[in-house]
T-cell receptor, first 110, second 114 residues
Framework: QKEVEQNSGPLSVPEGAIASLNCTYSDRGSQSFFWYRQYSGKSPELIMF????GDKEDGRFTAQLNKASQYVSLLIRDSQPSDSATYLC??????????FGKGTHLIIQP | IAGITQAPTSQILAAGRRMTLRCTQD?????MYWYRQDLGLGLRLIHY???????GKGEVPDGYSVSRANTDDFPLTLASAVPSQTSVYFC?????????????FGPGTRLTVL
């Protein structure tokens, strides 16, 4: 059983709209949750991290965590074409490296 | 500050050959990691090191070995490469290796084994 699940997409969103990316995880002991953005042919780049239940906002990005439902999401407001990328959800259930989902491919349509 | 550097950028290798992928970081991070990324499978942890002198196995360690002689370097060795090791390899590092640590990734090495 994969520990981190994401919808692979592609998720197509009009420019200026809100993009909503979702992720579920299986290990209830997970304490930290990360969202990385990866452009084609490039390395993952950290977008957000969240440790506590609720929302965390950073500019146009909001991470949401619900530990009871084992669910973490990323909202991107005012989506731009430059946001088109693959978004990777990662959790850290043990202090030996991250467990990643397979990623959601996001396309922002101009 | 360069962050994390990896070498080579890409490599084509004959099956059965030995290959070492290099990773160096200049952030004085204690923890370092090796991942491979394959289409449809995502990023998977190969080996990790929480501090110089110690290493551990990740999800897919078979066929790979690592060493951590100092803080900055974390080479990954394929003793006898096989075609299934064709992948993109990313090295990452984090400050302490704790559960709340943020990992930063190098630019990657694209390896093709024929």
């Amino acid at each position: 059983q994969k520990e981190v699940e994401q919808n692979s997409g592609p998720l197509s969103v009009p420019e200026g709209a809100i993009a909503s990316l979702n992720c579920t995880y299986s290990d209830r002991g997970s304490q930290s949750f990360f969202w990385y953005r990866q452009y084609s042919g490039k390395s993952p780049e950290l977008i957000m991290f969240i440790y506590s239940n609720g929302d965390k906002e950073d500019g146009r990005f909001t991470a949401q965590l619900n530990k009871a439902s084992q669910y973490v999401s990323l909202l991107i407001r005012d989506s731009q074409p430059s946001d088109s990328a693959t978004y990777l959800c990662a959790v850290n259930p043990r202090a030996d490296g991250l467990t990643f989902g397979k990623g959601t491919h996001l396309i922002i349509q101009p | 500050i360069a962050g994390i550097t990896q070498a080579p950028t890409s490599q084509i290798l004959a099956a059965g050959r030995r290959m070492t992928l290099r990773c160096t970081q200049d952030m004085r991070h204690n923890a370092m990691y090796w991942y491979r990324q394959d289409l449809g499978l995502g990023l998977r942890l190969i080996h990790y090191s929480n501090t110089a002198g110690t290493t551990g196995k990740g999800e897919v360690p078979d066929g790979y070995s690592v060493s951590r002689a100092n803080t900055d370097d974390f080479p990954l060795t394929l003793a006898s490469a096989v075609p299934s090791q064709t992948s993109v390899y990313f090295c990452a590092s984090s400050d302490s290796g704790g559960l709340r640590d943020t990992q930063y990734f190098g630019p990657g090495t694209r390896l093709t084994v024929l």
